[in-house]
């Protein structure tokens, strides 16, 4: 990594980005030029990009199940939007609330292996087919996390005037673009294992300091699958597991070549992709 990393510091990335594998199908994407790099991280809970819009990350056949509705009780409504005007702070944070209840939180882990799922998304739930014309229809919200204790994706549908979750949707091997927190947590795991080195000793060619915190990386990051034979063994289960290849840019620099490089979130391994 080092050598590959090296011919690339000192210099800005613009026009043209450079294509990086995302997938190990090699799937080719390319990064953004350094003028439009995402400074502030990427995909936080209120963004607006639900799990559903994610594309090719989600695979057919990957149902939601249902479960009886059940009453929380409900917070104090705050700020209120109507129709399908965006959702205010003050929804977010009580369909948050209403969504992750006790019972939640108790039962799942975030990225850290804390108690708690990993918050992802919340955004205005689609009105249902016969509410599409419907002034009064009910406002809905999806808040969708991801709960790394049994790797699973799940969305719940809150009725925003009654406080009544009325659907629960679990998936496995779905698997979104990365939260700013679990692009910051790959990172972590990154720089204290030993494959981290080549990154830390060219950030330091670039920067004379040494890299100690993903705070001082811009980092965006892709979800890795596994494909049978294109990656070491540890890696075989990355779809089932949440899994990141990281792209990380020094600040007010040049990015880092760091695609070799494997974080499985969930089993909390590095690891470095077979070269052939």
Partial sequence: MRNIVHRHLGKVVAGAGIAVAA?????AVTLPGTAGADETGNDQAGSGRSAQQTGQEQEPGQGASAAPGVVEQAPAEGEKGRGSDPLTDDEIERVERIALNRQVLGASEDVEGERGPQRLTVD????????????????????????????????????????????????????????????AEAAALLIAHPLGAGLKADYKDATGKELTSPDQLLLNGAVYRAAPGAQPAVLDRCGEHRCVRLF???????????????????????????RG
Avoid: C, F
């Fill in 248 to 274: 990380p840019k020094i600040k007010n620099g040049s990015w880092i070549d760091a695609r070799s490089l494997v974080i499985d979130l969930s089993a909390r391994k590095v690891a470095e992709l077979d």
């Fill in 23 to 27: 997938t190990a199908a090699m799937i």
């Fill in 124 to 183: 205005l739930a689609e009105p249902e087919a016969d509410e599409v014309d419907d002034p009064n229809a009910p406002r809905r919200a999806d808040v969708t996390y991801y709960d790394y204790r049994d790797d699973a994706l799940v969305t719940k549908t809150v009725d925003l005037a009654t406080g009544k979750v009325e659907q629960t949707g679990t998936q496995h091997g779905v698997q979104p673009p990365m939260s700013r927190a679990e692009n």
